[in-house]
């Protein structure tokens, strides 16, 4: 009997130890995933940057309206005088890769309807862009236009001819200061940033943003004098930005 008894507690001596490896193999397993899943060491910043850029291209938006009983001689004659306003603006130095018709429309107009002289006329309208770079002509191009037949001068909008390269500095500008505050909330914190984990541009902007005299502040008058039109000191193109930067 007391063969068995100390046979029976070396078993449970075995089993003791057995479960004692098991719970150290555990606590082990649990300590490395705790480690492996673990948060990075980071700061979050945001940043916004506005710098501005002196305007070099103006863009002069022209109407051309024409009316007429006979839908294709509407047509025509609108096409006419459309060509005069070309000519008047490439008589000023203008190359045809600043014009664009932008829009082109013929369409049927009753008056006096419901009376003995109903009737049905048809009409044809142009919008022409002209994209001007020597600021000194805006005013005698819409002068000039107007003097070859434009019937509308919607205004005159001022805007940058490179936008890309106004944002990539904008971005520039902005990376730049959430640096300095990832810069400054690290030193604070007794560390210093090591690496960029994630950059985000905010927003779908970021385009500088044109300016536009209004066609009611134009000072002529049936194109009798040349249009006073001054061009703003700056276009502001604004961004921003969120950064994750890494720090140890």
Do not use: C
């Not at 938006?61 to 459309?82: K, V, W, Y």
């Amino acid at each position: 009997m007391r063969k068995s008894g100390w046979v029976v507690g070396g078993i449970v001596g075995l089993l003791l130890i057995g479960f004692s490896v098991v719970g150290a193999l555990s606590a082990a397993g649990q300590s490395t995933a705790s480690t492996e899943g673990g948060l990075a060491h980071t700061i979050s910043v945001s940043s916004f940057a506005t710098i501005s850029t002196t305007p070099d291209e103006a863009v002069i938006t022209f109407g051309i309206h024409t009316d007429n009983p006979d839908g294709e001689a509407a047509l025509n004659e609108n096409s006419r005088t459309t060509n005069v306003v070309l000519a008047a603006m490439k008589a000023l130095g203008i190359t045809e890769r600043d014009m664009e018709t932008t829009d082109l429309r013929v369409a049927a107009q009753t008056i006096n309807r419901g009376t003995s002289a109903e009737t049905t006329i048809y009409n044809a309208s142009t919008t022409l862009a002209v994209t001007i770079h020597d600021f000194d002509v805006i005013g005698r191009a819409i002068h000039d236009g107007v003097q070859a037949g434009a019937t509308r001068v919607s205004g005159v909008r001022f805007q940058v001819g490179d936008p890309a390269g106004a944002k990539k500095r904008a971005l520039q500008a902005a990376v730049q200061s959430a640096r300095a505050k990832a810069d400054a909330l690290a030193e604070a914190a007794g560390t210093t940033v090591t690496g960029v984990v994630q950059i985000r541009e905010r927003g779908s902007g970021g385009n500088p943003r044109p300016y536009f005299e209004s066609a009611r502040t134009l000072a002529y008058d049936h194109a009798a004098a040349l249009p006073s039109v001054v061009p703003p000191h700056d276009i502001e193109t604004q961004v921003a930005i969120s950064v994750i930067w890494s720090i140890g």
